[in-house]
């Protein structure tokens, strides 16, 4: 079983995203950078994106750099989307266990988001 399973599927990460743009936009550490974005398609990429990493399928980290070049975040920004996702996921009544998870695999993408050089793969 992957975490898509062990959280409720397609279904419940499409309300877990609900709730964590919710969150996102009303925070004002991090709602400016959605001022000028089309939540509706946001929250849409959100869930495949989602669906896609926690059904246990590789992402791709170029088309994540892209998306993210122009924003220039920084650690503080991504520690800010990393907590919102953590609270939608306890608010949508995820285990912490599968929060773990969670957070574990969208800490992978950290370097990706932040535009920072690849990291050495391990030999």
Request: overall charge neutral; some cysteine; charged content about 25%.
């Amino acid at each position: 079983m992957t975490l898509l399973d062990d959280i409720g599927g397609e279904e419940a990460v499409d309300t877990i995203v609900k709730v964590f743009y919710t969150n996102l936009v009303n925070d004002p550490r991090i709602s400016p950078f959605f001022a000028r974005t089309s939540m509706t398609r946001q929250r849409a990429m959100q869930t495949k994106f989602l669906v896609h990493i926690f059904g246990g399928k590789a992402y791709n980290g170029e088309a994540m750099r892209r998306a993210h070049k122009n924003l220039k975040l920084t650690d503080k920004h991504f520690d800010v989307v990393l907590e919102a996702l953590t609270d939608a996921l306890r608010t949508c009544g995820v285990c912490e266990a599968h929060i773990k998870q969670a957070a574990g695999l969208a800490e992978q993408t950290r370097v990706d988001i932040l535009c920072r050089p690849p990291l050495p793969k391990d030999e």
